[in-house]
């Protein structure tokens, strides 16, 4: 039996072979490790896209508590961010009072970003219903205002003598000086 093969069908099988071996080194030398790498650096992207998706729910839940406050404290962010005028709020108070001091108070150290007032008031009212009408007239102020007590309420035949002290709190670079 006499085989004949042609040169033509030799040079086939040749190339064939030789393209048999490069896709088999290329499968095992190059694709395997990669396909690993690539199986190891999806897992990770996977575990950063949860982690992402984790940080942007903090977010948006931040983000909605921000605006809930933010729009719940509308007038105490507001007041922050309104400058105090001293002269402003002895002229607005004055007729509360008889006497109104305003005494600028060094800082403490955990109140050192805010510039405090302390206020000095004696009044002679007929009633406690002027000095309750001038607290609520505080309390809807431009200023972030505390008063301190005890507040003292003395009676001097048909008046009524109080002196109280209170902090008014303002922001340093916000403040206008008399």
Avoid at 79 to 86: G, I, K, P, T, V
Wanted: net charge negative; aromatic share 12%.
């Amino acid at each position: 039996m006499n085989m004949r093969i042609s040169r033509q069908s030799v040079y086939l099988l040749v190339i064939v072979l030789v393209l048999l071996v490069t896709v088999l080194l290329f499968a095992f030398l190059l694709l395997i490790p990669e396909g690993k790498a690539y199986r190891e650096a999806r897992i990770e992207m996977k575990s950063h896209a949860f982690e992402l998706r984790r940080y942007e729910q903090w977010n948006e839940e931040t983000t909605n508590t921000l605006q809930t406050l933010r729009s719940d404290n509308k007038a105490i962010i507001s007041a922050f961010e309104s400058s105090f005028d001293a002269s402003r709020f002895i002229k607005k108070n004055e007729s509360y009072f008889e006497d109104l001091r305003l005494a600028k108070v060094e800082h403490s150290a955990d109140e050192e970003q805010f510039s405090i007032y302390e206020v000095n008031a004696s009044s002679k009212i007929d009633s406690p219903q002027s000095f309750y009408s001038f607290l609520e007239g505080v309390n809807k102020s431009d200023w972030i205002i505390g008063i301190d007590f005890p507040i003292h309420f003395e009676r001097v035949g048909a008046l009524i003598v109080s002196s109280f002290k209170m902090k008014v709190y303002a922001l340093k670079d916000m403040t206008k000086e008399e």
